[in-house]
């Protein structure tokens, strides 16, 4: 049987490393950084953090999802319309 107390000081046991990780090579700590920041744009995890700052009540979610889903589609209609130009 497993305990996870036992496992907590065992030496031998893996690591599970949860969240985004970047190994730094050659020291070259700046392009770790910037590998880093793109994992975690890609990833929306700032972006979610923002969103959860402050409770937002479900109208204005709903809102605001509504005026990006027009804007997306405005944007869409623009493009179209300067392909067939």
């Known amino acids: 049987m497993s305990n996870s107390r036992t496992n907590r000081f065992d030496k031998n046991a893996a690591v599970k490393v949860q969240g985004l990780s ?3 090579r050659n020291n070259d ?3 770790a950084l910037r590998r880093f920041k793109k994992k975690v744009q890609e990833d ?4 979610r ?4 700052e402050y409770y937002e009540k479900p109208s204005a979610v709903r809102k605001k999802a509504k005026a990006a889903a027009r804007a997306r589609h405005l944007k869409a209609l623009k493009k179209a319309d300067e ?3």
């Open 49 to 52: 953090l923002r969103e959860r």
């Open 22 to 24: 970047v190994e730094v």
């Open 44 to 47: 929306g995890m700032l972006q």
């Open 83 to 85: 392909k067939t130009i």
């Open 29 to 31: 700590v700046n392009k």
